[in-house]
């Protein structure tokens, strides 16, 4: 379950980036928030190095930027909203709304496709995603996540 991976601790509603690596930076930040300042780099230039492959904006406001590394022992999940980020790049040129971070060890290929399913169902429903993005709260964040999960 998604919601298992998503505590409240750790979504920000808003996030306060306004460029895409200041997006990227802040996400990992709040997935590895006592990591030490050198792990937290490793982390960042694993998935900054993902991103330069593709881009992970999906379009319609939503982005889920990911990395499997072997800086995380667990699969971590970080997440929240922001006011347009203008610079991700996505298909439809709509600025980045709701950013999901994903990190998984490197050995866990098959779980980190999994995870990002369950983001991608929770995100094209047009219902959840309409109350994510009226969430006022991690809290609230969260509890459309779960909700998300029972329908």
Not at 106 to 114: D, F, L, P, T
């Amino acid at each position: 379950m998604l919601s298992e991976l998503l505590p409240a601790a750790r979504i920000r509603t808003p996030l306060a980036s306004r460029t895409k690596s200041a997006l990227l930076r802040e996400l990992v930040e709040l997935a590895i928030p006592d990591g030490d300042a050198a792990a937290v780099e490793n982390i960042l230039a694993v998935v900054v190095a993902r991103e330069a492959e593709i881009s992970t904006g999906m379009g319609a406001g939503l982005a889920v930027p990911h990395g499997r590394t072997d800086f995380v022992s667990e699969v971590i999940v970080a997440a929240g909203l922001v006011r347009g980020v203008a610079d991700y790049e996505t298909p439809d040129d709509v600025p980045v709304a709701v950013a999901f971070l994903v990190l998984t060890p490197s050995s866990e290929s098959g779980r980190h496709v999994k995870v990002l399913a369950r983001i991608a169902r929770v995100l094209h429903a047009p219902d959840s995603r309409a109350a994510l993005l009226s969430s006022e709260s991690g809290e609230a964040f969260a509890a459309v996540i779960r909700q998300s999960e029972i329908a």
